[in-house]
């Protein structure tokens, strides 16, 4: 490959790409953004695409390969940094015109063009790869493609909502952009985002096959045209249904402005400057921003230090352990898990099994992933283990003679953790040898859906154990918080007063119906007493008992946790259940002020948790609440909801 000189192309100046033209007359342009491991499109970087266009329209090439320069992924999207700066109307606009504009212009080239993705290709980096005449998607784990943005509260702007619903219909497009959804390169190809899909050794002699190849693209299928054209309308009116039963528009504006750029104005924002206006400057839009930024944070814990897990031992194949080793399975590690007898593992087994066949599809990945999760009666695993996970029952002496018989087999350096909840890490550890090194890693559940995990810090742990174990949650992709050792922790600590006051207010009549539907329109996933009723009513009474400062149980969960109506498990608490459905009748109206009178304990709570160091600071309570708990993300987490006018 030969570099482009100064002399015949004036780019030698470029920061962020290198072009190059081989002697077959091909273009790369080979995106490698400066000074970070993962490419993003920001102004500069646009300008300088824009200067590598003008040079080729010069000397126009036989064709031109866009491609990634890093290990990370193609590209991961726009640079949100640059986003939450936008101050006016106006560079609200003009960010999306930038986009819009250039990536036109790229469709618009003489010479063809393909993009080489490999990696995550994300947002604007797949509204560039749309904007090329070929995607060749290459087929390995990391490659991703989706257009996220409705999960900041924007949409696609830069031919996204145009190209996409062109590419592989109006259906499967907004479902993936009204979802944030991604496609890994296969399912990619199926549905004809990319042109092909190809393994990554013959990904270069591949490419430029296809983009010399002349092929014409795949045309959409008569039935997917009449929906880009006079069914629009009928596409457009489902597509609201179905967000609607997910995101009301007061809270989540954008899914619907998505919708509507589509259907009226051709999925060009810029002839409808009032609702890129609306959208960008939303309240929902910043906090879901800011989420965004908040979870950065929150994996940036992982990466501070270098520990990395193979092998990992569960104890315990409970509810909890079973899920757990179930999930790092998934996640690539080997996991030994135990109990006490083969009997008490196979449902854990089992529901791996549903797990996996869901998430990994493919019969020989379901296979593998299954080959890795090797049940372990006696607890052979310990010693070759680099993370020990102890889920058994919560009970001290039952953990205490664990540990002890634990503690002398595990390999030096291996991390040792309690996944407990209620029992104080400063009272499990007084067994060990060496009790700075015991860690909690408090998983939620279901394990598999719930993102956040908290990394508990008791009183003079090593510090190194600490960050360990964060890379170790981090690695599994979960989000780690560091917590300090105390009651309920952040989570549970913030959900019980919240849990109490929703239970308070069914004692004074309203009905459980209500109580859940103004927390619901407040944008909770789920209202409070199905909460409760979720969690166990056992669990939510032992709860109250640690967590509620001595406050007297409310009746209504007196009653129903002294008949054994026990929630969802025993398929009655205050709801029925059925087939983990909660039976529920009409809400009654919300009286006025409810959901306020319901957050306000969880929002004090948290305040009083930042107080007393139990989380770091105000920013990290409400990333942590909101990936804990569901919070609403568009109020940006519970202390700057508090915050809002
Ligand atoms: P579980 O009762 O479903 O499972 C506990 C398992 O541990 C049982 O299968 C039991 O046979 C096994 N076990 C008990 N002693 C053992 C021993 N010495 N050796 C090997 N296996 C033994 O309990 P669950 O709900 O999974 O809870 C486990 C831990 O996770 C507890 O510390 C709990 O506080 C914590 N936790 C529970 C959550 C939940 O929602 N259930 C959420 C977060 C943490």
Redesign the pocket.
Known sequence: MKPITATNMNVNELKHWRLAIEDGGIAVAIFDKAGESANSLSAEVMGEFGRILDQLDLYPPKGLIVRSGKEAGFIAGADIGEFSQLDSPEKGRALVARGWELFNRLAAVSYPTLALVRGHCLGGGLELALACRYLLAVDEPGTKMGLPEVMLGIFPGWGGMLRLPQRIGAPAALDLMLTGKTLDAKRAKKMGLADDCVPPRVMEPAARQLLLSGQPRRPLPFKLRLMNGPLKGVVAGGARKQVAKKARPEHYPAPYAIIDIWEKHGGNALVAPEVVDRIISSPTARNLVRVFFLQERMKAFGKASDFKAQRVHV?????????IATWCALRGMTVTL????LE??APALQRAHKLFSRRLREPLRVRAAFDRLIPDPV?DGVAHADVVI??????VE??H??FKSLEPRMKPGALLA??????RLEDLRTVLQRPERLVGI????PVAMMPLVEVVEAEGADPAVIGAACAFVKQIDKLPLPVKSAPGFLINAVLAPYMLEAMRAVDEGISPETVDEAMLAFGMPMGPIELADT??LD?AMAAGKQLAGGAEPPHCLLARAGQNQLGKKSGQGFYVWNEGKAQKGAAGNVPPGLADRLARPLIERTQKLVADGIVADADLADGGVIFGTGFAPFTGGPLNFSKSP
């Open positions: 104890i315990g194949a409970g509810v909890m352990g079973g899920d135990q109990d006490q007898n008490r593992i607890g102890e889920a058994i029952f919560e009970n039952a953990k003679a664990l309690t996944n407990t909840s209620s029992l408090h998983f939620f559940n969690v166990g669990i």
